[in-house]
């Protein structure tokens, strides 16, 4: 059953991802323009592609689980730490609570055994 939570936890925290990085090719533009405002170089969606997209994948497929949860945990905690911070908009703080609520889901990914929730278990 561990390993089946494992896997369900792998694909269910990479579709977010991998739905973000279509979604920032198909709105390219609207997305760069986003980040520019926000005081993110737009040259670098390339690269936030690259990662969701891709990190998201290797998610799916579990390969280099450890790694790129942890690169994906500290991408999504900058990205709440840039793009979320308006807490007085009720809707940018709910967004700054998905991403950490993500983040942690990430770790537990990068370290399912001792550090992981279950202290009952042990």
Same mark, same amino acid.
């Given at each position: 059953?561990?390993?089946?939570?494992?896997?369900?936890?792998?694909?269910?925290?990479?579709?977010?991802?991998?739905?973000?990085?279509?979604?920032?090719?198909?709105?390219?533009?609207?997305?760069?323009?986003?980040?520019?405002?926000?005081?993110?170089?737009?040259?670098?969606?390339?690269?936030?592609? $690259?990662?969701?997209? /891709? *990190?998201? &994948? !290797? @998610?799916?497929?579990?390969?280099?689980?450890?790694?790129?949860?942890? =690169?994906?945990?500290?991408?999504?905690?900058?990205?709440?730490?840039?793009?979320?911070?308006?807490?007085?908009?009720?809707?940018?703080?709910?967004?700054?609570?998905?991403? $950490?609520?993500?983040? /942690? *889901?990430? &770790? !537990? @990914?990068?370290?399912?055994?001792?550090?992981?929730?279950?202290?009952? =278990?042990?």
């Amino acid at each position: 059953m561990d390993k089946l939570a494992l896997i369900a936890s792998r694909v269910l925290l990479a579709q977010l991802f991998i739905i973000s990085g279509f979604g920032k090719i198909t709105g390219y533009a609207g997305t760069q323009g986003y980040m520019q405002a926000m005081g993110v170089p737009g040259a670098l969606l390339p690269l936030v592609i $690259l990662v969701e997209l /891709g *990190g998201g &994948l !290797l @998610l799916v497929a579990g390969l280099f689980t450890r790694w790129v949860a942890l =690169a994906l945990a500290g991408f999504t905690l900058v990205s709440a730490l840039i793009f979320h911070t308006h807490f007085a908009d009720q809707i940018q703080m709910i967004m700054f609570m998905k991403n $950490l609520s993500i983040t /942690g *889901g990430l &770790l !537990l @990914l990068a370290f399912p055994g001792a550090l992981g929730a279950a202290k009952s =278990a042990r």
